[in-house]
């Protein structure tokens, strides 16, 4: 699958902004798909994860995002979602689209950055 991230930009602190991610392939579905972000000197971490189900989309969230970040996804789009909301200026990053299959443990799809800065 390839990733296409997209809708970074410059916001001030307590703004909004909203990322998409759209994926190649016939089978997005059966993807579980995550946000994460970079920051230099820093780990890449995970922000958010959403896999889909019968019964409902499963969601993570990271402690820092909680309650402010919100993850979708359009299978019908192969699209996925993140809105991100009361923003702080430690959710400056830049912000990569990420899928595994589920039988996977890792990630190994990557999309390209894109960076978000939050002004104070």
């Known amino acids: 699958v390839q990733l296409q991230a997209s809708g970074g930009g410059l916001v001030q602190a307590g703004g909004s902004l909203g990322l998409s991610c759209a994926a190649s392939?016939?089978?997005?579905?059966?993807?579980?798909m995550g946000w994460f972000r970079q920051t230099p000197g820093k780990e890449r971490a995970l922000v958010a994860s959403?896999?889909?189900?019968?019964?409902?989309?499963?969601?993570f969230y990271a402690d820092s995002v909680k309650g402010r970040f919100t993850i979708s996804r359009d299978n019908a789009k192969n699209t996925m979602y993140l809105q991100m909301n009361s923003l702080k200026p430690e959710d400056t990053a830049v912000y990569y689209c990420?899928?595994?299959?589920?039988?996977?443990?890792?990630?190994?799809?990557w999309g390209q950055g894109t960076q978000v800065t939050v002004s104070s």
């Open positions: 990420a899928a595994k299959r589920l039988i996977e443990s890792q990630y190994n799809y």
């Open positions: 392939g016939r089978t997005f579905s059966s993807y579980t």
């Open positions: 959403i896999t889909w189900n019968w019964n409902g989309d499963s969601t």
